[in-house]
């Protein structure tokens, strides 16, 4: 069990620029949640997947972000045309959904965006 | 909506007790769980209670009550490490998954 894994760790973009986080959950775990967290605030719900299903979005989830996860194991997170206030650390989670412990829920280790 | 608050900023000394707080107010209540975060670093899970009462981890516990919407986390024999933010987080069913309400975090830092 290698934990959730993302990718990059850091990204610096010029305004407007399109960026692309990947993550990879804990294997075998078809639950996968995307979370944003600014300085000084916890992590605010983005979007989840059950398997390739986006089954819930944010209404923090503006049309310029868009996540896949296409075959029910690694995910993308898509910015287009990036704002300073996306500036932020994304943070990517899942859970198993399997009894006994399948409604915990475990971080990556997140991926810094800072938009110059 | 989801209404969650735990102190801002606690202290406590080495070797000590701590006990963080959290207030919660909530439709749908599935759990609730205990994170710590280490400056710059993601959450790292520390405790999940489902039904009411204390679990024990270690030097960690938690408790819940749900008819009072309150939990606790406590913090025995701190170290100088133990210095983080601890976030409690509201557990909401959606979707077959749970979504997690994040408070904004407590900030706790350890002193000789």
């Known amino acids: 069990d290698t934990g959730v894994s993302q990718d990059p760790r850091h990204k610096i973009t010029k305004r407007g620029q399109n960026v692309t986080f990947r993550c990879d959950p804990i294997s075998e775990h078809n639950r996968l949640y995307w979370y944003r967290q600014t300085l000084g605030q916890g992590p605010e719900f983005l979007t989840y997947?059950?398997?390739?299903?986006?089954?819930?979005k944010s209404r923090l989830l503006s049309d310029r972000f868009s996540a896949e996860r296409p075959k029910g194991s690694f995910s993308t997170l898509e910015i287009q045309r990036t704002e300073q206030g996306d500036s932020a650390m994304y943070l990517c989670a899942s859970s198993s959904g399997q009894a006994p412990s399948g409604n915990t829920i475990y971080f990556g280790e997140g991926s810094w965006l800072t938009v110059v | 909506g989801q209404n969650i608050d735990q102190p801002t900023e606690m202290t406590a000394t080495e070797g000590a007790i701590v006990q963080i707080n959290c207030t919660y107010q909530t439709s749908g209540f599935n759990g609730l769980f205990w994170y710590q975060q280490h400056a710059g670093e993601a959450p790292t899970f520390l405790s999940y209670n489902v039904l009411d009462g204390l679990e024990e981890k270690g030097r960690f516990s938690s408790f819940l009550s749900r008819s009072k919407g309150y939990s606790y986390l406590l913090l025995k024999e701190l170290q100088m490490k133990d210095s983080a933010s601890y976030l409690c987080a509201v557990s909401k069913v959606t979707g077959g998954g749970n979504k997690l309400t994040f408070g904004t975090g407590t900030q706790l830092k350890v002193e000789l």
């Open positions: 997947f059950q398997n390739e299903a986006q089954l819930e």
